[in-house]
């Protein structure tokens, strides 16, 4: 495990005794999955912040900024459940692209090497649990995004899934 994740997790454990989760204006996460990665969250508001997601995986490494959206998900039978939505834009380096040609789903991918950067445009798409005793969430995310340049010029990528564990403060 590097460092810097032992420093954050020591940080997290050290401020458990006097942080309560309930209502929340920032959060230190860390996710994995298609992508593996850290992230941190300002809320503006009980509804509405911007997230910075720096993520790795798959032969690339996505620096992210979205735009994030908070709503009950199950308003009516519990206070604990957030759907999130968002916008945002990326910046991606690639060592290797895999594409497909839509029009022979069954034929193998081209694989390109090479070095490849990439700006693009993210969605963004969660379920949250806020434990409302203790200062952390879980979330399910999912993260599509669609990028300029690069051997095709234009990449649609609908893989980006990641399970997220976060601090809140």
């Not at 720096?54 to 620096?63: E, M, R, V």
């Not at 060592?95 to 390109?112: C, Q, V």
């Not at 490849?116 to 969605?123: A, E, R």
Request: aromatic share 22%; charged share 15%.
């Amino acid at each position: 495990m590097n460092i810097k994740w032992k420093i954050l997790i020591v940080f997290m454990v050290f401020n458990l005794i006097n942080t309560s989760a309930q209502d929340y204006k920032n959060a230190a996460s860390i996710s994995f999955g298609t992508y593996w990665g850290a992230s941190y969250k300002r809320m503006f508001n009980q509804e509405d912040g911007i997230m910075a997601r720096l993520q790795t995986g798959q032969k690339c490494t996505q620096l992210s900024t979205i735009r994030v959206f908070h709503k009950p998900a199950f308003a009516s039978s519990s206070s604990k459940w957030f759907v999130g939505y968002g916008y945002g834009a990326h910046f991606a380096y690639r060592n290797e692209i895999k594409s497909r040609n839509f029009f022979r789903p069954f034929a193998p991918a081209y694989t390109y090497n090479g070095h490849y950067f990439s700006p693009g445009l993210d969605g963004f798409i969660s379920l949250e649990y806020r434990f409302l005793k203790y200062p952390f969430t879980l979330s399910g995310d999912f993260m599509p995004n669609f990028e300029f340049f690069g051997p095709g010029y234009f990449r649609l990528n609908m893989t980006n899934i990641s399970f997220t564990a976060s601090f809140v403060f």
